[in-house]
């Protein structure tokens, strides 16, 4: 896979279709994977990688690329067009300037969940097939590759490439997935239990902002949480309201654009479980909306720009569920 | 600190200019009583209630927050209120999912002609505010005075 994605980006560079290509290159080590961009052949050859750690979603990259001059081409997995589809219908993407190319992906990894199977040492990870080969200190280790994934791709809801010009791989489909399972269990708490939950996860936060920089819906110029004065600039000591606010505030800012793609949790320094604040507004929307999945229908309205004259009352909020 | 004192919530009011504030304003001229407990202010609309400005309240020390707006069908702008709705529901459901107590917020549609209806949704809301206590979940130790 790796060589066919090299070769298609050096292809599309001699060809002239794309003055510079979007893609991976390995980072400080060998599972930090950053998006880089590559203008020539050498380039390429040199850092191009394509890998089970290549979770970085590259169409956030393509807002300020697209407008830079010149054709840029991308590479794009399939939860990463549908946020490049997302993008391109609040015109953040210039699409006219972007060469994408879907490629396919069979769930990408995390180093934490090859630590956690017990293997030490890990020195580098092939892809042999269905399993991963790890290389260690103490010799080489073979573990599935379904137990290595990173949680997003475990609950993968669809491998289906959308809005690209040429594919490398099968076209896949959207299939079920388990990704609410855990909202679930969060709802079937108590509030007490709730809320001491969502403390020992907020509480670690450090206000990097890795979260808001990395995702691809928030990509506002100018950034509620970057005005000094909101009170919310940066972390409160000894104080819990701040990482409230902020959670809360950025999860709210994406609902009914969060495509899902499970970004901010994989960059979260702090491995607080994200996603759920933005599924359980997915889930919610689903629920009382109608299903809805960001960035799959170029034409369908966002459910919090639209409305419909018999939707529920807030108060299904109070009347639902077993808690008192 | 005062001991001893019965607990006095602070309960911010949003309403809108053209159904909820004409409503308590005609709550007041017919002199219908409700807590003083209910800090009104006013909105152009229900839809322009951001969500941040509830979770501002409660940081400044609300201890409960309500939307009031026309009934959906009547909005002064047409449609304002069915926007308000949906982000209101969402934003309700993430404060309960974050375990914030589902009481403290609420919207009821009051109209203009319903002084008795504004009066009566303030009294019900202040007390079940006033039995949930003080709101400790989602308080800012910054800015508390004591």
Known sequence: ?????????????????????????????????????????????RDFVFGPFCGANLSKYLIA???????????????DTYSFQQLQKEHRILPENVYAVGVQCGGMCDIDAIRAAGIKGVLDVEEQGDSLLVHTLYGDKSLDRAAALSERCRVCKSKKILGCAELIGEQGEEQPSARFEQVAELEAMTPEERFAFWRGELSRCIRCNACRNVCPACSCEKCVFDNPSSGAENKAPANSFEENLFHIIRAFHVAGRCTDCGECSRVCPQHIPLHLLNRKFIKDINELYGPYQAGADMDAKPPLVNFQADDPEPSVVRERGTNP | ?????????????????????????????????????VKIIRI?????????????????????????????????YTTGNYYARRRMTLLFSMLDYLGIERERTR??????????????????????????????????LRCKSE
């Open chain 1, 1 to 45: 896979m790796q060589e066919r994605i090299k070769a298609k980006a050096i292809e599309l560079l001699e060809s002239g279709v794309c003055g510079r290509v979007l893609g991976w290159k390995t980072g400080e080590f060998f599972y930090d994977v950053t998006p880089a961009v590559f203008e020539s052949r050498e380039e390429i050859e």
């Open chain 2, 44 to 76: 152009p609309c229900s839809c322009r209630l951001n969500p941040l400005f509830i979770l501002r309240a409660f940081q400044r020390g609300a201890d409960g927050v309500i939307l009031c707006g026309c009934h959906p069908g009547d909005c002064h």
């Open chain 1, 65 to 79: 690329e697209s407008r830079k001059g010149g054709k840029v081409g991308a590479f794009l997995k399939p939860c």
């Open chain 2, 107 to 140: 919207v009821e549609w009051v109209s203009a002609a319903e002084g008795a209806k504004f009066a009566e949704t303030m009294n019900d809301f202040v007390e079940t505010v006033t039995r949930l206590g003080e709101n400790r979940r989602l308080e800012d």
């Open chain 2, 1 to 37: 600190m005062q001991v001893n004192e019965t607990f006095k919530p602070t309960v911010v009011a949003f309403c809108c200019n053209w159904c909820s504030y004409a409503g308590a304003d005609l709550a007041g001229t017919n002199r219908l009583q409700y807590p003083a407990d």
